[in-house]
C-alpha cells in the first residue's frame, strides 16, 4: 500500500516523501531449516538514486517443551529486494534450566535499513524468516504479529 504523505498523487521530493507499508497478525508455523516469506512489500521509486528507508519487525513465538534440561534456538530474518539479499539479522534464544512446564516465549526481531541502490522503477522488498537451530525437535517456532513500512525520499 501506497500513502503520499501530501495526498497529491506526484513524485516523490525531499519535502514530499512516500510512505508504502504492510502489516499482519496471522500466525505463521516455522518449518524447521526452511525459509518462509512472512512480508512482501512493492515499492516505487520514481527518480534514480532515490534512497528507500525500511523499517521491519517480525514476532517470533517458540514453544518449548515439558522436560527439556536446556533449549535453544535460532531464527534467521532477511530482507530482499528483487531476490537478491540486503541483510540478516539473527535471534539466538536459550537456557540451561529443568523445566517442570511447557512454556512460549515471544521476541521480537527489529530491522532498520537504507536502501540507496535500487533501480528506478518499481521494487518488491521481502521478509524471510527461517528456524534454523534448535536443540530439541520439540522446540517449534511461528511467526506472528509483523511489518514493514519504507518511506521513499526525493534526491
Not at 83 to 107: I, N, P, R
Request: charged share 10%; aromatic share 8%; glycine share 6%.
Amino acid at each position: 500500500m501506497c500513502m503520499d504523505c501530501q495526498d497529491c498523487g506526484g513524485s516523490s521530493s525531499i519535502n514530499n516523501p512516500k510512505l508504502f507499508f504492510t502489516q499482519t497478525e496471522a500466525n505463521t508455523p516455522l518449518n524447521f531449516n526452511s525459509e518462509t516469506t512472512v512480508l512482501t512489500l512493492p515499492v516505487v521509486r520514481e527518480q534514480s538514486l532515490q534512497p528507500v528507508k525500511l523499517d521491519s519487525t517480525v514476532q517470533i513465538v517458540a514453544n518449548i517443551a515439558l522436560g527439556l534440561t536446556s533449549y535453544s534456538y535460532t531464527v534467521l530474518m532477511r530482507l530482499y529486494r528483487n531476490g537478491t539479499l540486503l541483510t540478516t539479522k539473527t535471534l539466538t534464544q536459550g537456557a540451561a534450566l529443568s523445566l517442570s512446564l511447557a512454556f512460549t516465549q515471544v521476541t521480537s526481531i527489529p530491522l532498520t535499513y537504507a536502501d540507496t541502490g535500487g533501480p528506478l522503477g518499481t521494487s518488491t522488498y521481502t521478509v524471510t524468516v527461517q528456524f534454523s537451530q534448535r536443540s530439541s525437535a520439540t522446540v517449534t517456532t511461528a511467526a506472528q504479529s509483523r511489518a514493514l513500512n519504507a518511506v521513499v525520499f526525493g534526491v
